[in-house]
């Protein structure tokens, strides 16, 4: 039996419902919803004694989107009670949820990302020289919340920033194409899709082009790009960054041919028609088989006693 948990505090609530019910529509899960108030319910009745509704699940599919959900806590969760579960462990999360964070760990290992300057305090930002156009964004937000192009004066952005978090990053402003590139493992196989290329219908990609009737344009795949550059790269970053399971990575790729890590989400949006199951589908996976690889994944690490029979009982109940 398969358990998805989604909701929780977060900015993101919203796209991980709607992820949750694209997932649920595929799949025979148990549902386990976490209110905005810290409520557990388990197929829409409350529960008080979530560990033992988790523990009747052979795993464990997290879509939450954002805050504790995808920063490596609730993974803790999990681990401190043995509980198995799809995706990346503790440390990647965290890491990869912390965007300046990330940024240091891949500079480090020699993957170029936007450049950047991280601040720690609102009057720190305001008293520094901030060059403009450039970009300000919270350090620690998905789906493009509190996200800011500024083209002069970036002092009401800072603040804005500063509200949704405790460190803000300022990013040169780039002129290039957004691609993106999908991470899925198959036991020690690294899968990587085709390089897609993401064009918004607005000056930057937000949360109202991803998810309102303004929209964007997507090239599935990108046209005139180096595949073998750009997947390279995102296994790279994926492996140095101590992703399992999933992630997808953003790219930026410069006029002048030079491509730059944005950043690595280890829980993306999940419906079939979301960015990460997209550039896989058309690379001739189905949705079902993207989760069902996922399932596999864990599951060969439990037990040997236990794994295949477990395995092939689980993913033949699980679908629709």
Known sequence: MIGVVYGGNSLEHDISVMSTDA???EVNAVRFFLDKDGNWYKDGFRI???ISALKECSVIFPLFHGGSGENGTFQGFLEMNNIPYVGCGVDSSAICMDKDLSKRVLETHGIKTTPFKTYFSLTEALGDEIS???IIKSSSLGSTFGVYKVLDHPESALIEAFKLGK???VEEYIQGREIWCSVLQEGDNIICSSPCELIPNAEIHT???KYTEL???YFLPAEN???????KCAKKAFKVLGCKGMARVDFFLKEDGEIQVMEVN???GFTPDSLYPKALIKDGYSYKEIISILIKNTLRNKSPQTKVKELLECIKKSFV
Do not use: S, W
Request: glycine share 4%; with cysteine; charged share 30%.
């Open 23 to 25: 997932f649920c529509k």
């Open 48 to 50: 008080n004694d979530i």
């Open 132 to 134: 403009t156009p450039c």
């Open 167 to 169: 460190k803000v990053l």
């Open 207 to 209: 949360y109202e082009t």
């Open 215 to 217: 929209g964007a344009k």
């Open 225 to 231: 790009v180096d595949k073998n550059r750009f997947q």
């Open 266 to 268: 280890t829980i993306p």
